[in-house]
């Protein structure tokens, strides 16, 4: 838990900083790469993001060995409080009223998965079938940069409201959330023996190249989005998906059972389709702003 707390405010703090360094540098695009990559490694701004949140990399390392996948994403989850605060005090973003009172569902979603957690039942487990995992991650993978490369060519037509970033959050997510199964095998593989053999057992797996692949395009599409949208909307819809395609799927891949007791089980389930039913809702577009009101001419005075 400690370690899953400490990850959260990493995590948070990762996503604030960089929001705050991309505000500062001209606008990026997922179509030039490179020019991306150099602007951003020019911020030591961003820098310090980054660092942050490879830290909360490696203590979600440390969750997943100890906690099973649908706890540790309800835990993970509850940082969406903290990044909410810090984006008010530190960028100046304002949520409306129906995004607060989305969070506050997704916030009572998690209190229902808290809820179904069983201590002496839940199970970690250290293994999945690699196919298995493959038939999961790579789909989720093709659907995410699809996702993302729609919303491009939407946001592009000049008439349109500006998004809030709902589109770009899912597919983002969706990447993280490969990403966050990998990270669940790999620290599955630690302490198989000793160094050689641990590192043998990494390489052999389908794990870090799935790290690497999610890493690269997460990085780009995550950064691009990042500039465009509210760090207070769009990384709580990238959380949420991240969190239910890791709990769902990494606890159906890694074989961690549900809760045999039907109270537990219909908070959890209940808890998942709250969460989903929240992510549908969200606005999709920000209120255009308001038009400027014209000055009324002043009225001539005529004699009488």
């Not at 995992?133 to 993302?148: E, R």
């Not at 899912?170 to 630690?190: D, M, P």
């Not at 890493?215 to 989005?225: C, D, H, I, N």
């Not at 709990?247 to 389930?269: C, I, M």
């Amino acid at each position: 838990m400690a370690a899953a707390l400490l990850a959260n405010a990493l995590y948070s703090t990762g996503f604030v900083l960089e929001k705050r360094a991309l505000g500062a540098l001209p606008p990026v695009s997922v179509r030039q790469p490179l020019r991306l990559l150099r602007l951003v490694l020019g911020s030591p701004l961003w820098i310090g993001g980054s660092l942050s949140l490879t830290a909360g990399f490696a203590a979600q390392l440390a969750v997943y060995r100890t906690l099973p996948i649908a706890a540790a994403q309800a835990v993970f989850v509850s940082g969406l409080v903290l990044l909410v605060l810090l984006s008010a005090r530190l960028l100046g973003e304002e949520t409306t009223g129906r995004e607060r009172y989305a969070l506050g569902a997704v916030l009572a979603a998690l209190l229902m998965v808290v809820l179904s957690l069983d201590e002496g039942s839940d199970t970690v487990s250290r293994d999945a079938p690699y196919a298995l995992v493959l038939t999961v991650c790579l789909p989720s993978l093709a659907l995410g940069v699809w996702l993302y490369r729609s919303a491009e060519r939407r946001a592009r037509h000049r008439h349109r409201l500006p998004t809030t970033g709902v589109e770009y959050g899912v597919a983002v997510g969706l990447l993280y959330g490969v990403s966050s199964l990998a990270i669940k095998g790999v620290s599955s593989r630690l302490g198989v023996g000793g160094i050689g053999d641990t590192v043998a057992a990494v390489v052999r797996s389908p794990y870090p190249y799935l790290l690497l692949f999610t890493g690269a395009f997460g990085l780009v599409m995550s950064q691009a989005a990042l500039q465009r949208c509210r760090a207070s909307l769009i990384v709580p819809v990238c959380t949420t998906v991240t969190c239910l395609f890791t709990a769902v799927l990494g606890t159906l891949s890694f074989g961690e059972s549900l809760p045999d007791d039907p109270l537990r089980l219909a908070l959890r389930l209940s808890g998942t389709v709250l969460a989903v039913g929240v992510l549908l809702s969200v606005p999709k577009h920000d209120a255009p702003p308001p038009a400027p009101q014209r000055p009324t001419p002043a009225k001539e005075l005529t004699p009488p």
